[in-house]
């Protein structure tokens, strides 16, 4: 897909889950939402979930995907990447990031995106596995 497609794409996407986020205040309703429209609507995205920090531990909630590490060892691999740095991971080609975790050998490429609540508190992360590299 060309970077004019896959922007329309981005787009489109953007504009559905601004819609189906205005009908909903509930925070689990809205993750599970975005969790499965992206993973619908990207075709190169094969996991898609979040990863919350729980007593220091970054545990998997809601994801769609084949199985999920369940909790991921402190300050390895791409999501603790982002708690860390407290900012998006954009990792090309996952052999070549240090300390990747392969919760599923199939994962070429991965993007890690913080969360935070109103407060700036961090609270976790938006990770998406695409089997597909850059």
């Known amino acids: 897909m060309d970077a004019k497609k896959k922007q329309g794409r981005y787009d489109r996407i953007y504009t559905q889950l601004e819609k189906l986020m205005s009908t909903c205040d509930n925070p689990e309703s809205r ?9 619908h609507k990207m075709d190169y995205f094969f996991w898609t979930g979040f990863y919350f920090l729980n ?5 998997v909630k809601m994801y769609q995907g084949p199985v999920a590490c369940m909790q991921l060892a402190k ?6 990447e982002g708690i860390n ?8 080609n996952v052999e070549e990031f240090p300390g990747h975790i392969a919760c599923d050998g199939r994962s ?8 935070f609540n109103p407060q700036n508190e961090l609270l976790g992360v938006l ?7 850059n």
């Open 85 to 92: 740095t407290k900012a998006p991971v954009l990792v090309k």
């Open 55 to 59: 007593d220091g531990k970054l545990q």
């Open 75 to 80: 300050d390895t691999g791409v999501c603790w």
């Open 127 to 133: 990770d998406v596995d695409s089997d597909k590299l």
């Open 108 to 115: 070429k490429s991965e993007v890690v995106l913080p969360l």
């Open 31 to 39: 993750m599970n939402t975005i969790v499965a429209v992206l993973h």
